[in-house]
């Protein structure tokens, strides 16, 4: 941390800063330039950041050195890191696209959906059991229902299941049932739901809230971490901004900045970021092309039947033709795709 | 719904678009323009919301004419509709401030806060047994604990309590203590918990998201009003924007949008959207000009020592200040502000 | 300046900073932490800002310590200054409002505003006689003409006007016939034009941009006063976030917080930040609830007519009420605000 | 124009409405549903924009139809223009990169830029004489004289050259000198500048403002178009929101949006979008990927000496290896990119 003084600090307001800092069991480094004292804080920083060190007499401003995250960052592992999703990895040399319809609508929907995508080189099922949605009157999805009917898409189509959990009474039931635990832009600071998944013992798909800052999802994803679950892959689905032409602002930037900062492997959700169909494919290939790990995208088999994102859901032909025009951008980022054959069906979870 | 095609469509399109929306339930009325046709859908709205209109051959625009809100809306009640808060009501001619320290941090402290902020006319005492921070190594609050010893507070002040819950195992417990119980802001859109504390009748106060719309928000309070909750209070606390010299953008003008858009009652919270003790002042008198119902405000008995959000919480002298100059402003918007002397102790939950 | 090394620089990395640092005619100075080398560097912060330092090998951070903007800093001038219109000054005890029309229309609506707004109490006159409109269709004001209808009425009624330059060209113009020259929001940025507004003896309302951070408005304010012009009143006016349901989201921290860091007087405009006749008044009571030191509001003959803005506009039975409205909130600022009665008529400028 | 009504609203009311419509030239169609009636107007939309409708009685909200641009919109030319820059088109197959410094620092500097980029394919000289600059005490560019060094270096290298224009006063010099004038973001809404460049016959470049939504910037673009200059191309340079770890936040999405909805040519400007060296590349990737039509990179022989953006720009052998590495991604965009050689000498302008 460093201490930067108000023009006109006096010697007392200096000795006070000092002594606040050193009680707190830091040494300090003061350094006085023209105008501006500088009061260098050597030790552990995470015992000053909860001081309410900027409201002190003659504090100008706080500089945080240390960044607040640890187990996430480059420094702790220099990465990448692979998290294993079935008998795929996601953040190695391959590509990982993940597939499926917003939320589970039935028992045939989900098996031809998830045929019809593995066909393809999809390698993971999305579908939503658990539904969080804005207004309290939309379809909130089938609950344990739609877990069971995951549970045999996958068994049929040997796809790893990826599903969302909103309730922290839910974790053990849904982690009993899906390879990966989704953690939804909405609940990215719920915190209790964080812990709860850091202690299980499955990998954990966590995406960026709609107005969390990329040191915010750092941090959450330190949350899941500091429980000793490392199998943590970030997601990048758009943030709010002033521009409603698109149903978010996908950040495009903030994958190479992550891969830069954390050795977690980061991928994309060009549907939700755009919120319609015709957006998904040029921003999956954008993503791929800053450096993506992989895309997790809507897929359903008759998107104007959907009972929710229908507006941004591509028909299996139109995934097809995606994964077509996707592999030349993979190979441009020197990434491999999966061929179509999906793998044999792998064993009971 | 208005729903307004692109130039150029064809009469087949338009057919098209107006069986999806008749077999939805609807009845449609179409009006062609110059360059326009204008269908609009006459019926139940919600039917409508969850289909891709978007994506229909020959549709430019979708229009919802219908606010997604009902039990929360002004057309629902009139209003303005009270909230009981121990003797209290929030939403009523009087102005209600709430105040005490971020986090509970002890007996003493909380004792000491309740009487010194009861004596100068505050009547609701805030305290965060559990605690919703970014950092997974920050204090997160004492827990059970917490409640405990709000609870003993209670008993001696006479001040109704008000306090976060943060997990869905935790409704009941907090329910057992608090009077009021706090939804934060990182949680506005976390449903599972949303839909249990409207399962207790406990008041709740419901804490804007940082990226929260007012129709968000106002959705989030229909969660909770649609299991049988009527008793939510709205609290406008500041949201992201690109500006860092505050903490969050301070949305005064959510205010008065609120009260025209719902008849629940609206405080404000100046500790969190300023983050700064000389902007609690200025931002709480704002909010009462701006018409809001009361003050959430944050006071330790030492900030300098608070082991959370010391920068922005008032010491007991500063904010007897502040209530003394609250006053002239309350009379300004035509509001009262209870005096310093607190009520008598009124009996157990 | 201060620079934060990354976590394993080396000593020759350290050695090439300080040399850069050194070679631009700053003094160094050099502290080790456990993880982190900070550097701080003494010396005229201007000469670094343009260095790319954060591209250097082994900087991991840059911290300025200066303030960017100097004459309008509150260590320049420990203020508050006060800025003359016409006879009244901004900045003072007395609250000043400035009323009137978005577009001058015509002689009698702007000299019939004039009287009514002066009657309640007004002291500045705005419409514009050049206007910035987002789309190249719409009525874009009388120019010239406008200028001499303006002039006109302020010799009638006694009232300063104010009115927008958008064109270096008009600089002189303007300023022949107009009290204060307003920057408007869309050209806060406009450095060629904040340099030539500079040049005159005009004070100057600046606007802030609707993306402008408080410091980028600092910064416009110092390229005029850099000039010579320190006659410079800052407005708040709503900048541009993701809520929808109000034209512009009314920064009302930005008033206390640009009180505490610059001299120069800061008004509020209500009618542009919120967009909406109801609630111009309970921004307005919120801004000089926060520390404003006048308004900024249209006012219009017939609203439902106007070129030109009308959704926003109050009539004057509205204006008037507003008027009364707004002394008790002035009352507990413990400001003044000008009766009703206007101040004779002023000499010719 | 769609107008929709309160619950509630009477009779009296809606004739009003329609009265007010008709009285503007407008036809009006009114179609009664169970809570709302709406009234649809037929005719010139642009008469209506100007009126206050949300203020009238009964008013509940108010829909354009219409894309308030016209010239702009692929309604008016199916598209996709090409616009002329030298020799080479920008919006055909072959992408178009412009490189260059941020600022005209001398005729060495630039001339050996000019001869670097265009030995690895670029097809522009990008380079600043008159420069916008934050704060007044920066370095704001070598005018005039900046101006004869860019066409020297065009005369030599046959690269067209780009540069920015800033003041109306300056339109004619600038345009005297450069093949295509630049409207940089800070002034995409200065309107008087805007309707000046759409007065000379050199192609214009349009960055897109920090706060401005798509529709504002093919508004802006309509300006200059609707003097008669048709050679317009957009700029997405990134937008302002929460996130500071990059400069901007690149809005990707905005490129295939802008695709959609304009014929006119869209480039990308990744320099100034992420305010890196390190990000430049996958930024530049991804808008290819996502559609673009070119981009414009910052160069500089020595980026650590820069006057300007340092930290942004990349060294002649880092912009030749990102060269290299574009060429894949233009080819699985389906585009092509100029090989190394320059192309002869063309004749002066």
Redesign the interface.
């Known amino acids: 941390m460093?201490i930067?003084t108000k023009?006109g600090v006096t010697e007392d307001e200096v000795d006070q800063i000092r002594e606040?800092v050193e009680s707190a069991g830091l040494r300090t480094?003061i350094?006085r330039?023209?105008?501006?004292t500088?009061i260098?804080c050597?030790?552990e920083e995470?015992r000053l950041?909860?001081?309410?060190?900027?409201?002190?007499p003659g504090v100008?401003?706080v500089?945080p050195?240390?960044k607040?995250?640890k187990l996430a960052s480059r420094?702790f592992s220099a990465g990448p890191s692979r998290v294993p999703m079935g008998d795929v990895e996601v953040g190695g040399d391959e590509l990982v696209v993940i597939a499926g319809p917003c939320s589970v609508e039935g028992d045939d929907m989900l098996r031809a959906t998830a045929h019809a995508v593995a066909a393809v080189g999809a390698r993971g099922l999305r579908g939503g059991a658990f539904k969080?949605?804005?207004?309290?009157?939309?379809?909130?999805g089938m609950g344990t229902r739609g877990l069971e009917i995951l549970a045999r898409a996958r068994a049929e189509s040997g796809l790893p299941i990826i599903t969302e959990v909103?309730?922290?009474?839910h974790v053990e039931e849904v982690a009993g049932h899906a390879d990966v635990l989704q953690v939804g832009a909405?609940?990215m600071?719920?915190?209790?739901?964080l812990?709860e998944v850091g202690r299980v013992h499955r990998p954990v798909l966590l995406k960026r809230?709609?107005?969390s800052?990329?040191?915010?999802l750092l941090?959450a994803a330190?949350?899941v971490m500091?429980q000793g679950n490392m199998k943590v892959i970030l997601c990048e689905r758009g943030?709010?901004?002033?521009?409603?032409?698109?149903r978010n602002?996908?950040?495009?930037?903030?994958?190479?900045?992550l891969k830069?900062e954390t050795h977690l492997p980061v991928i994309a959700d060009p549907s939700h970021?755009?919120g319609?169909?015709?957006?998904v494919a040029?921003?999956a290939?954008?993503?791929?092309?800053?450096?993506a790990d992989g895309l997790m995208v809507e897929v359903h088999p008759t998107?104007?039947e959907?009972?929710?994102?229908?507006?941004q859901?591509l028909d299996f032909q139109t995934f097809g033709d995606f994964m077509n025009r996707l592999r030349?951008?993979a190979?441009?980022?020197e990434r491999t795709l999966a061929e179509g054959a999906p793998r044999p069906v792998r064993a009971a979870v």
């Not at 909103?166 to 009474?169: A, I, V």
């Not at 600071?189 to 739901?193: C, E, G, K, P």
């Not at 800052?213 to 915010?216: G, L, Q, V």
Request: charged share 25%.
């Open positions: 460093i930067v023009i606040r480094h350094s330039g023209e105008t501006h500088i260098g050597i030790g995470d950041r909860r001081l309410p060190l900027l409201s002190l100008e401003s500089h050195v240390m607040p995250f420094e969080p949605r804005t207004s309290p009157y939309a379809f909130n909103m309730d922290t009474r909405r609940n600071q719920n915190f209790a739901l812990t809230g709609m107005s800052t990329i040191r915010d941090l330190e949350y500091k943030i709010r901004t002033f521009e409603t032409a698109t602002t996908f950040d495009l930037a903030a994958i190479p900045v830069r970021a755009g319609r169909r015709d957006l040029p921003l290939f954008a993503a791929i092309a800053a450096g998107p104007d959907a009972l929710s994102d229908g507006d859901s030349p951008f190979a441009a980022a």
